[in-house]
């Protein structure tokens, strides 16, 4: 999967808010986000794991993920990450901000 190949533009901090989204259904390891962000937007976006890991890490230590050594359904040894309650928080205060920067926009795109 490329880097948010399909949108070089994407906003910052947005990595974070899709990955803190997709976990907030449940547990899943690196590829199962991936491609559950790859699914969501109908293609639209793909995340490399050059991106991915090195969020994955940050997040693990900001507090906002929590991670476990599973077993995947293909009987693959991976790590299942997981959302704190500091990363439920986290999740609700970046959708709000970005909710408002996108209303904005939106302001500012629909103005004459």
Same mark, same amino acid.
């Given at each position: 999967?490329?880097?948010?190949?399909?949108?070089?533009?994407?906003?910052?901090?947005?990595?974070?808010?899709?990955?803190?989204?997709?976990?907030? /259904?449940?547990?899943?390891?690196?590829?199962?986000?991936?491609?559950?962000?790859?699914?969501?937007?109908?293609?639209?976006?793909?995340?490399?794991?050059?991106?991915?890991?090195?969020?994955?890490?940050?997040?693990?230590? *900001?507090?906002?993920?929590?991670?476990?050594?599973?077993?995947?359904?293909?009987?693959? *040894?991976?790590?299942?990450? /997981?959302?704190?309650?500091?990363? *439920? *928080? /986290?999740?609700?205060?970046?959708?709000?901000?970005?909710?408002?920067?996108?209303?904005?926009? /939106?302001?500012?795109?629909?103005?004459?």
């Amino acid at each position: 999967m490329g880097e948010l190949s399909s949108n070089p533009d994407l906003l910052p901090g947005t990595l974070y808010m899709m990955i803190l989204r997709t976990l907030n /259904q449940g547990a899943l390891h690196g590829y199962g986000i991936a491609k559950r962000i790859h699914e969501w937007s109908n293609g639209d976006l793909a995340i490399e794991d050059g991106s991915l890991y090195p969020a994955l890490n940050r997040m693990l230590q *900001k507090g906002w993920l929590k991670a476990e050594w599973g077993v995947t359904e293909n009987n693959r *040894k991976a790590r299942f990450y /997981q959302l704190t309650p500091e990363g *439920k *928080k /986290q999740l609700e205060a970046e959708s709000s901000a970005f909710n408002k920067m996108v209303s904005a926009i /939106q302001l500012v795109m629909g103005a004459s």
